[in-house]
């Protein structure tokens, strides 16, 4: 078997941040410093947590501010926008795709269905938004378009942020969110193009009217 790669401390220090920081309201709207974010890693020096910032800068994520440190802005109606207007255009085409390819994702679907069910209590908003994000990802990696499948899973950060903002909003919607990806699968297990899309366009469309309220 071979072995895999050892993540590089550059590696360790943007996963820690991407999937451990930026998801956190609480640290919205604040600045952390190379040396903060060296202490909390552990086992690492500042030219690889500086390397790490850079990157999330320029994928948007943080905002690098000269004798501050880095920026964690908080999410914005523009990027909640953007973001769900981003993922009607890719997953109602991806439910198009698997449809008319026969590669209609059920199992994978119902798999993080069913452990989003299983993280729906309070305290496991986290957990809960991940399966989330993976219940939709896995529609767009069945299309095998594997340029679509990294545009999208690129944004994946953003939509946890989004999505835990949404929870934080509405704490309740999670048992009706639970139904409407339970209709998104039985449109595409359907085969018909039209309930599919119309069951995803209107769970995104109750996501933002959810978060348009706060």
Do not use: C
């Amino acid at each position: 078997m071979a072995m895999q790669p050892t993540p590089s401390n550059r590696d360790r220090v943007y996963k820690f941040l991407r999937d451990e920081v930026l998801p956190d309201p609480s640290q919205h709207g604040s600045f952390l410093t190379e040396d903060q974010v060296a202490e909390r890693v552990g086992g690492t020096s500042r030219t690889p947590v500086r390397e790490a910032l850079l990157l999330l800068a320029s994928e948007g994520l943080i905002q690098l501010v000269p004798r501050h440190g880095a920026y964690i802005p908080p999410v914005t109606k523009q990027e909640i926008n953007e973001a769900l207007e981003y993922r009607s255009f890719i997953e109602t085409k991806a439910a198009e795709l698997v449809i008319e390819r026969g590669s209609v994702p059920v199992e994978a679907m119902e798999l993080a269905l069913k452990h989003q069910a299983e993280s729906s209590d309070a305290g496991h908003e986290r957990e809960f938004v991940e399966w989330d994000t993976e219940f939709h990802i896995a529609l767009v990696r069945a299309v095998g378009n594997s340029l679509m499948t990294k545009s999208y899973t690129d944004l994946r950060a953003r939509h946890v942020r989004i999505g835990i903002r949404a929870l934080m909003n509405t704490p309740e919607r999670q048992a009706a969110v639970i139904a409407e990806h339970q209709a998104i699968i039985d449109g595409l297990r359907s085969n018909d193009p039209e309930k599919a899309k119309a069951a995803l366009l209107s769970h995104i469309h109750t996501t933002a009217s959810g978060l348009a309220e706060a």
